[in-house]
Nanobody
Framework: QVQLVESGGGLVQAGGSLRLSCAASGRIFRINAMGWYRQVPGKQRELVATITSGGRTNYADSVKGRFTASSDSAKNMVYLQMNSLKPEDTAVYYC???????????????WGQGTQVTVSS
């Protein structure tokens, strides 16, 4: 299996910054993309940012210019630098990886347990 462990969440005032980290481990042949999603109670999980193995990024409109996703492929890690945080960024943030467990396995999505980010006004 593939395990994802997030870290770096917490409580921050509006306008502040946080950096999330996610480490992937386990049986991994190839990671195709990693990213971050978030969810608040009563709402669907939504995309925040993704980054492909080639370094191409994609961001939700609501975070463009404030959040930056980066990765370290040698360490199977993905990061999310969050600046100018707003109360509406409050959510549980989940790490996602699309990976092949072995050369003959189809790619699959894997999820971390989530880390809480709370932005106070």
């Amino acid at each position: 299996q593939v395990q994802l462990v997030e870290s770096g969440g917490g409580l921050v005032q509006a306008g502040g910054s946080l950096r999330l980290s996610c480490a992937a481990s386990g049986r991994i042949f190839r990671i195709n993309a990693m990213g971050w999603y978030r969810q608040v109670p009563g709402k669907q999980r939504e995309l925040v940012a993704t980054i492909t193995s080639g370094g191409r990024t994609n961001y939700a409109d609501s975070v463009k210019g404030r959040f930056t996703a980066s990765s370290d492929s040698a360490k199977n890690m993905v990061y999310l630098q969050m600046n100018s945080l707003k109360p509406e960024d409050t959510a549980v943030y989940y790490c996602n990886a699309n990976a092949n467990r072995a050369i003959y396995y189809s790619p699959a999505d894997y999820w971390g347990q989530g880390t809480q980010v709370t932005v106070s006004s």
